[in-house]
């Protein structure tokens, strides 16, 4: 997944940044982020790595890495230079405030999803009469496994939004490119400068 966000932010994003709005960074990149998450609900009680969780984490890998340049860019574009420090601080803080926020409600759900889960799942099994160490410990896992499935599913939900959000209130256009030191404009003659 790191790499893929390495892949995302420094291959693709930062050359598209220049010739795209970032809207068409954003939305794009949390489609990808929302589908890989949308690939985890499926996750078995035993999965593959290769087959079933690899997939998915290089595209949220890829959409995350689609998504962070823009997101800084528009943050801190328009800002004074002597508070450009500040206003970078803020964002990062913002991700990191945002994450925790995150972390803790999709993990509320996932407890209380698997909660309920193994709960209605072991008096379904005290009611037929099966009730030993195995079917706990399959119940258990199952319930794990479900409630961690519901609340990636929230997770993918909630990225769809923030995509739609990116791209329907994000109205700043594709940053200017700026000259390198010492680099002659595409317009220049120097013959007609000889002329002046």
Known sequence: MTAAIVVGSTQISARLMSRLPPRLLMGPGALLAASGLFL??????????VSHVLPAML????GMGLIFMPVVNVATSGVAPR???????????AQQVGGSIGTALLNTIATSTAATYVTAHLKAAALTGAVGPAVRDGVTKAGVVHGFNVAIGWAAGIMLLAGLVAGTLITARAPKRVAEPGAVPAAYDPHRMREV
């Open 40 to 49: 985890l609900t499926f996750l078995p009680v035993e999965p593959a790595y």
């Open 83 to 93: 508070d450009s420090g500040v206003t970078s601080a803020t964002v990062n803080t």
């Open 59 to 62: 595209l949220v890998g890829l």
